[in-house]
């Protein structure tokens, strides 16, 4: 994990998040401007902010990649598994069979699996923590592509990819009928 820049966010074990405190700062959210209005002033969360407290690189390749094709035959080489198609609904793939797969390594595991375990890690990291979609019970697929390298993965603006994931979501507001707001409320 520390290898593909994610190691950082292992320390998070027990993060709570106050969703009274997140739908109030939602409410002064600013489209317009991308700042929150408060008593103090305005204020935003910044790369800089996001570089320092998750560790998540901020410089390099943009975080894009292909959001249609066969994606099942992805997972079969990228994480040794081909999920059922009750799992996968357009493009992503849930989270609770993620973890359900990737439950334990085994100490005499060969590389190719690690990797794979690995993957599934960040994967997992990425839909739950990072970029959550309003469910927070699926990720998309796109990620799994880029984590092909693992050696090759902080050279993404990972970083970017998470400020602009949750500038989207505070965008668009909380819907009533939506568990969550989308992505990352540690920066909150």
């Not at 081909?82 to 793939?93: A, E, H, R, Y």
């Not at 050696?151 to 970017?160: D, E, H, K």
Request: glycine share 8%; net charge negative; with cysteine.
């Amino acid at each position: 994990m520390d290898v593909a820049g994610f190691g950082h966010l292992l320390t998070f074990t027990h993060t709570k998040i106050n969703h009274h405190l997140v739908t109030a700062l939602v409410e002064r959210w600013r489209t317009e401007t991308h700042t929150l209005y408060l008593l103090l002033g305005e204020v935003t969360m910044t790369l800089e902010d996001l570089a320092l407290q998750l560790g998540l690189p901020i410089e390099g390749e943009v975080v894009s990649g292909l959001t249609s094709g066969d994606m099942v035959t992805a997972c079969g080489h990228l994480l040794g598994v081909i999920p059922s198609q009750n799992v996968v609904l357009g493009n992503t793939i849930k989270l609770t069979w993620l973890n359900n797969t990737f439950q334990q390594l085994s100490d005499d595991a060969m590389d190719d699996v690690v990797a794979q375990y690995a993957r599934e890690n960040i994967l997992t990291l990425i839909g739950s923590l990072l970029m959550s979609d309003t469910s927070s019970s699926r990720v998309h697929l796109m990620y799994l592509l880029l984590l092909n390298d693992l050696n090759n993965v902080s050279s993404y603006s990972w970083g970017l990819a998470v400020l602009a994931s949750l500038y989207h979501a505070l965008d668009h507001g909380i819907d009533f009928n939506q568990e969550n707001i989308g992505g990352c409320m540690l920066l909150l």
